[in-house]
């Protein structure tokens, strides 16, 4: 299994702030990453796909980067409806993995 | 509008089978580069990915629960089953079915359904 870790588990931050969350891979992904956001009650949200490609309809201040072991996802300007959590999802090969979350919460 | 909704029981008994259905609009499972998967989330904890069936009937499984699940599909109902054998508390959790198409992660999730496994 590819195991799939993210950094931090839980970051403080105030609205304007650049938020930066960190997600690597036990071993190479290429670019075959997703990121998600979710609420508390809700399914998850696709933000990015194949490391840095945004979702449709997703706002431009998420962006994400990285390749092989490594990834990000930038927030570059935290709003209110950005506080939840984020989930990094490795879909390389056969079987699929989900980090562990960041929840970005108010400081 | 794609849209995807789970449906199954609320609580099962420790030892049980679990079944659960996914019943999906707007797009066909049998297009190229489709697939449905199930992902579960224990209450307060990650997302956790289970299972996947593929345009081409191609089934894949998380390998920790490879022996308890089975996907499957009814192409005539548009819908995804999936089983998981021999429950346990543990495995109490909501339980979603989300679409992927292409190069993209997964786009489209349904509702998801809460599971309680009893003892």
């Known amino acids: 299994d590819i195991q799939m870790t993210q950094s931090p588990s839980t970051l403080s931050a105030s609205i304007g702030d650049r938020v930066t969350i960190t997600c690597r891979a036990s071993q190479s992904i290429s670019w075959w990453l997703a990121w998600y956001q979710q609420k508390p009650g809700k399914a998850p949200k696709l933000l990015i796909y194949?490391?840095?490609s945004l979702q449709s309809g997703v706002p431009s201040r998420f962006s994400g980067s990285g390749s092989e072991t490594e990834f990000t996802l930038t927030i570059s300007s935290l709003q209110p409806d950005d506080f939840a959590t984020y989930y990094c999802q490795n879909y390389n090969g056969y079987s699929w993995t989900f980090g562990q979350g960041t929840k970005v919460e108010m400081k | 509008q794609v849209t995807l909704r789970e449906s199954g029981p609320a609580l099962v008994k420790s030892t049980q089978t679990l079944t659960l259905t996914c019943s999906f609009s707007?797009?066909?499972?049998?297009?190229?580069?489709?697939?449905v998967s199930w992902i579960r989330q224990p209450p307060g904890r990650a997302l956790e990915w289970l299972a996947r069936i593929d345009w081409d009937n191609e089934k894949y499984y998380n390998p920790s629960l490879k022996a308890r699940l089975t996907i499957s599909e009814d192409t005539s109902k548009n819908q995804v089953v999936l089983t998981m054998t021999n429950m346990d508390p543990v495995d109490t959790a909501t339980y979603y079915c989300?679409?992927?198409?292409?190069?993209?992660?997964?786009?489209?999730w349904g509702q998801g359904t809460m599971v309680t496994v009893s003892s």
């Open positions: 194949k490391a840095s």
């Open positions: 989300a679409r992927k198409f292409g190069i993209s992660g997964f786009d489209t």
């Open positions: 707007g797009f066909s499972l049998s297009t190229t580069a489709m697939c």
